[in-house]
């Protein structure tokens, strides 16, 4: 069984660009969620994918998108990056019909903005 | 809104020391509780969980209990090791809209 997967393991992107995170679910799981762990802090929900549809916002802006593929992998885009968006993205895949909703986690991609 | 609140760390201990690392909770209905576990450069590992009052999780030695009374899940080892030191998050999932919400994290470190 293969576990949750995060690409690229590190990135670096100055203040303006755009960037593309990739998660690979694993095998059996149909849900995605993405959470932003800045530094020294716990990770915060930004959004959740079912179905290839949105399922699910925390409190970050638009510039903050998302897709889900039919193979359930998945994508983080952030537009018009700030300094403030330099955190451990984290990656976590689930099977939505389980009762506790347990997420297993990647290893995350660490997003430097100069 | 839903919220995790831990002890402030960092928390220094020696090896076979006893381990309490404090969690609050405050939520709307019941939800299921977690402590995660993240080593150095590494994601979040799954260390424990409970899913109902009075549950009781337990993993590699640590152990955790639901007290809605307290709304409570305090983490607890009898004897550490310096495999332990690490930072330690406490979650709840809220059911309403399928997310984790965690707290600020603890780190611990073990001294042989």
């Known amino acids: 069984e293969t576990g949750v997967t995060q690409s690229p393991t590190h990135l670096i992107k100055t203040r303006g660009q755009q960037v593309t995170l990739r998660c690979s679910s694993q095998?059996?799981?149909?849900?995605v969620s993405w959470y932003q762990q800045a530094l020294g802090q716990g990770p915060q929900f930004i959004f959740q994918y079912y179905r290839e549809e949105e399922n699910g916002r925390g409190n970050f802006p638009p510039r903050f998108s998302g897709l889900q593929f039919p193979n359930y992998s998945s994508e983080l885009n952030v537009n018009a990056l700030e300094l403030d968006d330099s955190a451990l993205y984290l990656c976590?895949?689930?099977?939505?019909?389980?009762?506790?909703?347990?997420?297993?986690f990647g290893p995350g991609t660490r997003l430097t903005v100069l | 809104g839903n919220s995790v609140t831990q002890m402030e760390g960092p928390v220094t201990l020696s090896e076979e020391a006893f381990l309490t690392i404090n969690c609050t909770y405050t939520a709307t209905g019941y939800p299921s509780l977690f402590w995660y576990v993240q080593y150095p450069g590494e994601g979040l590992q799954l260390l424990l969980k409970?899913?109902?009052?009075?549950d009781k999780g337990s993993n590699k030695g640590f152990e955790a209990t639901y007290r809605k009374e307290t709304t409570s899940f305090h983490l607890e080892k009898g004897s550490v090791q310096v495999s332990d030191s690490a930072v330690y998050f406490c979650?709840?999932?809220?059911?309403?809209?399928?997310?984790?919400?965690f707290g600020q994290g603890t780190r611990l470190t073990i001294n042989p």
């Open positions: 979650a709840l999932v809220d059911q309403g809209a399928q997310k984790l919400v």
């Open positions: 409970a899913t109902k009052a009075d």
């Open positions: 095998s059996g799981h149909n849900t």
């Open positions: 976590a895949s689930s099977f939505v019909a389980a009762y506790y909703n347990e997420q297993f």
